[in-house]
C-alpha cells in the first residue's frame, strides 16, 4: 500500500530535510508533527546536550519526541565545517533549512554594528558554502531571516549569488504556518528561551546557478 505524501507550507514527508541551527528543535518537531514521522529529517544545533539543558526548558522533550519519530538529531554540528562531518557529509539533501541565523548573544541590542552585521554575514556565507555541496541536484536551501534594517544589511541574496546559488522564490514567514514553533533568543544567558519578535520576515529559497 502506497504512503500518502504529507506537506506543510514548502516541505514534503517525502523530502529529505537538514535542518541547522535548531535551537530548541521546536521547529523540526513542528514538521515531524506535520507528517507524523521524521525519518526523513535529520536535525542538528551548534549546542551539545548540556547546553541545550541550560538555554531550553522545553529543548530535551522535542528531542525525545523527535527521536520516537524517528528522526536523526546530531548535536555540536558547525555549518562552518558540516560538509566535512562524518555524520552529515556523505549525505544529500532536498531542502536545508537555517531559521533565523545569529552570530552570537555578543550583538544583542547592537544589531546596527557594522562588526555585528559582518559577523552575521560571515556565517551565513560559512553555511551557504557548506550547504552548496550537501544538496540533491534539484535541491533547496531555504534562510528564513529578517527583512528590515539593519538585518536587510547582511545582503544573504548577494551572499548566495557569490556562492554560485539564484534565488528561486521568496515568500512571507508566519510563525502560524508552523504549529508549535517557538522561535529563541538563544543567547546562552538568561534570555536564551525567551521569545524575539520576528517582525517582517521572509524565507528566501536558493538553488544552484546552474540548474537555471
Known sequence: MEVPVKK???YSSQHQILLVGEGDFSFS????SAFGSATNI???SLDSEDELCKKFMDAMDNVS???RFGCDVQHEVDVHTMSFDNSLSLRRYDRIIFNFPHAGSRFFGREFSSYAIESHRVLVQGFLENAKEMLKENGEIHITH????PFSDWKIKKLAKAEGLKLVKETKFELSHYPGYTNKRGSGGRRSDDYFPVGECST????KSHLV
Do not use: D, N, P, V
Not at 29 to 32: D, G, I, N, Q, R
Open 8 to 10: 506543510i507550507r514548502h
Open 29 to 32: 518537531l513542528s514538521l515531524a
Open 42 to 44: 535529520t536535525a542538528t
Open 65 to 67: 519526541k523527535l527521536k
Open 146 to 149: 529578517k527583512t528590515t534594517y
Open 204 to 207: 528566501l529559497m536558493f538553488i
